[in-house]
Nanobody, 122 residues
Framework: QVQLVESGGGLVQAGGSLRLSCAVS????????LGWYRQAPGEQRKLVIE??????NAADPVKGRFTVSRDNAKNTMYLQMNSLKPEDTGVYYC?????????????????WGPGTQVTVSS
């Protein structure tokens, strides 16, 4: 079982910065994907940015403003958010994917944190 816990959310003015953390109860180097999603009020949860293997995939609205990083020794992932905009407001969720290879089949398990609220005021 993989547990993820986010922290670092809060209220910030437009143009400001926040850094979110995601503490993982599992060696993060062993996770297939590790990333951040955002859910705004009345909307579906959407990908913000993720690390998949050696690649980083970011949604177009955050490119150049958000950066994802990880500390394998601490089993922690970070999301540095700069130049924040009101449309960045939402609950940010940490997401991890564990892929287990049993030879004849491959099993994928998705894990989510409880989320942390980020509110950007104009």
């Amino acid at each position: 079982q993989v547990q993820l816990v986010e922290s670092g959310g809060g209220l910030v003015q437009a143009g400001g910065s926040l850094r979110l953390s995601c503490a993982v109860s599992f060696p993060i180097f062993a996770l297939h994907d590790l990333g951040w999603y955002r859910q705004a009020p009345g909307e579906q949860r959407k990908l913000v940015i993720e690390i998949s293997g050696d690649r980083t995939n970011a949604a177009d609205p955050v490119k150049g403003r958000f950066t994802v990083s990880r500390d394998n020794a601490k089993n922690t992932m970070y999301l540095q958010m700069n130049s924040l905009k009101p449309e960045d407001t939402g609950v940010y969720y940490c997401h991890g994917v564990l892929v287990s290879d049993y030879g004849s089949r491959v099993k994928r398990d998705d894990y989510w944190g409880p989320g942390t609220q980020v509110t950007v005021s104009s």
